[in-house]
């Protein structure tokens, strides 16, 4: 494992940063955060990002994810809602590659590569986040359609995305075997979209989604009856890497305006960043990035060689959001009280930077997946 | 249309600059670098000529092991092949008489229509090594090109005067022309690109297989001393009647501190 990048990833970093500076930053500062930013996601399409790590066969870079999580962590360094997004469209495109059929691979991945279509995952319910097991949305065979019927929440990019990969159950009290996962698409009959909400820090559009009789070909199955657990299950080991390695950007954001302002703000005739307690605060910022970066990158590495990558895949993602969140929290105690300024910048980052704490499973989730795997050899 | 862009890695715009121990230019130590932005234009306008006369576009670039980089960009946003001068001995050409004999040197066997250079390098800015190259390899120039036209038997070309003043020339071709920036709007690489490149013709050139040695391309300029500005405040009383007064700040405004 290297920790320089490679040539090839410091011109993809290198065209992120560009397109940041040149696209993403000008147009959030225009257009806000009201609408979802579909001339950045169509221009990420353009130029070869929205399938970095997806078989070029189907229009996608054929890049591994050592490399992908370099792109992310770029397009995140001025706030993590594009590069969230990103992660968020590649879920499907993950579940579609790994376990789709070739109509369905073909279908799907090379308008997503392009991003003429945009992706969502659909599995949380309102009683049912972390526990995934317990979820209530029902799908029943009948002919050659299934019916699905229930309601999810918390569905980024619900009501924008053309694709939905939807968890149901298919077969009830088996638990998390009774589980199925389905492609559903936008203009399904049965499909439809409730309120708005309006989580802090999260990209853009999340809304609930409701299948009242939602009728979808039988074909839209993904695999077996009774695999969407593990579908599902499957995606999000890979996601939380994707989690990470956005929360990175962030916190490296936070970092670089906070020591950038510690050398110049002045307090009793100094720069702060002449006092011992600025300073600690700064080498403890820089120090927990880069053992979260390392982690990150271990657990990309890992994958890549197809290595069991789980449980190091919640360590990154446990690491990098918790580091976001204490690095951006310091970041606007450097900055005083400008940091709570909406005039500038690390009061939005502090914002974003809780909410990857929570997605993907939560930190405690996350731990207890480490543990787990810590604990699996001393089981009978 | 075979097109030559000259290109220079520069310091990143946004750099913390120091003096260098020797007080003679900056510590390179912690910097990053970034194809020099007049040069980023030249590029773009070549690719664009490119596009629409089809031809090649070569692109030549001296320097450390780190230029690949700019050298790899310009591959991967579409230039068909590269040249890289790259040997210690480059490293004395430091002034635009230097650089522009080697880089004169390793054209001189090339075909091609134009040579764009931008206008002027973000670090010393000389606004030179293009005419030094045109002069040693006789061709005709123009410069701050701000559009160019290739039409039977020549190019087109309107140069950027004074106060908002512009000239139209025809020169014959070959030629060379320096390159303002801002004349286009400037492409990203791509994913597609970037792999692309990798499989991009980059020939690496010593000072020897151009038959110079390190005493040609000594510089005929040395830099003395390197300095940050020195900040001051001056401040001057206006006195007179109210009228007067805002008529001489405004001259002042206008003329002297050139805000107006």
Redesign the interface.
């Known amino acids: 494992m290297d920790y320089l990048l490679t040539?090839?990833q410091?011109?993809?970093r290198?065209?992120v940063e560009?397109?940041v500076l040149?696209d993403v930053n000008p147009y959030y500062e225009k257009h806000g955060h009201e609408e979802f930013p579909w001339p950045l996601f169509r221009k990420l399409g353009?130029?070869?990002?929205a399938a970095?790590p997806f078989p070029a066969e189907y229009g996608g870079?054929g890049?591994d994810y050592s490399t992908y999580i370099v792109a992310l962590e770029e397009l995140s360094r001025t706030g993590s809602r594009l590069g969230g997004a990103l992660a968020v469209h590649g879920l499907p495109q993950l579940i579609l590659n790994q376990f789709g059929t070739d109509e369905q691979k073909s279908k799907y991945l090379p308008p997503m590569a392009r991003a003429e279509l945009l992706g969502a995952f659909a599995l949380t319910e309102p009683h049912a986040g972390s526990d995934a097991a317990s979820i209530n949305t029902r799908a029943s065979r009948r002919g050659d359609k299934y019916i699905l019927r229930g309601q999810k929440i918390w569905i980024t990019h619900g009501g924008e995305a053309d694709i939905y990969i939807v968890m149901a159950v298919t077969e009830k009290g088996k638990g998390a075997k009774g589980v199925s996962s389905f492609i559903v698409e936008k203009g399904a009959e049965g499909l439809a979209f409730g309120k708005r909400e309006r989580p802090m820090g999260l990209p853009h559009h999340t809304r609930e989604v409701f299948f009242e009789d939602c009728e979808i070909p039988r074909h839209n199955l993904i695999g077996r009856e009774g695999e969407g657990f593990r579908v599902a299950m499957t995606a999000l080991d890979s996601g939380r890497i994707t989690v990470a390695a956005t929360s990175l950007g962030l916190a490296q954001a936070a970092f670089d305006h906070a020591l950038r302002y510690a050398t110049e703000r002045q307090a009793f005739g100094h720069p702060i960043a002449d006092f011992q307690g600025i300073q600690f605060m700064l080498a403890d910022m820089a120090t927990s990035i880069e053992a979260a970066r390392s982690v990150t990158r271990k657990a990309a590495y890992l994958r890549d060689r197809g290595l069991p990558f789980n449980a190091v895949a919640s360590m990154a993602k446990l690491l990098a959001t918790d580091t976001a969140m204490k690095v951006s929290t310091d970041a606007v105690q450097i900055y005083g009280g400008y940091g709570t300024s909406e005039d500038y910048p690390v009061q939005e980052l502090f914002r974003e930077a809780k909410i990857g704490q929570i997605v993907e499973g939560t930190n405690q989730i996350q731990r207890m997946i480490i543990a787990r795997e810590l604990l699996k050899k001393f089981k009978q | 249309m075979n097109i030559v862009v000259c290109l220079k890695q520069v310091p990143k715009k946004d750099s913390i600059l120091r003096i260098a121990a020797d007080g003679k230019w900056i510590d390179d130590r912690d910097l990053s670098y970034e194809m020099s932005e007049a040069d980023a234009y030249a590029l773009e306008e070549a690719l664009r000529q490119k596009e629409k006369h089809g031809g090649e576009v070569i692109v030549i670039c001296m320097g450390p092991e780190r230029v690949r980089q700019s050298i790899k960009e310009a591959l991967a946003k579409g230039a068909d092949r590269a040249i890289h001068l790259y040997d210690e001995a480059f490293d004395h050409a430091s002034d635009a008489a230097g650089i522009g004999r080697a880089l004169a040197a390793a054209l001189k066997d090339e075909k091609f229509d134009l040579v764009f250079t931008g206008l002027q390098s973000d670090d010393y800015g000389f606004a030179q090594v293009g005419l030094v190259i045109a002069e040693r390899l006789g061709l005709s120039s123009a410069t701050i090109a701000m559009e160019v036209q290739p039409e039977e038997g020549g190019v087109r070309v309107k140069r950027e005067l004074e106060s908002g003043w512009f000239q139209w020339v025809k020169i014959p071709l070959p030629a060379l022309l320096t390159i303002q920036s801002g004349i286009n709007q400037l492409r990203y690489a791509t994913l597609k690109g970037i792999m692309a490149a990798k499989k991009k013709e980059l020939r690496e050139v010593k000072a020897a297989d151009l038959g110079l040695t390190a005493d040609d391309l000594k510089p005929a300029q040395v830099i003395e001393r390197a300095y940050l500005p020195l900040k001051s405040k001056q401040t001057e009383m206006i006195e007179g009647k109210p009228a007067e007064a805002a008529a001489k700040l405004v001259e002042k405004l206008r003329f002297d501190a050139r805000v107006l």
């Not at chain 1, 353009?46 to 990002?49: M, R, V, W």
Request: aromatic content about 6%.
């Open positions: 040539e090839e410091e011109q993809l290198r065209l560009e397109f040149g353009e130029l070869g990002l970095i870079g890049l």
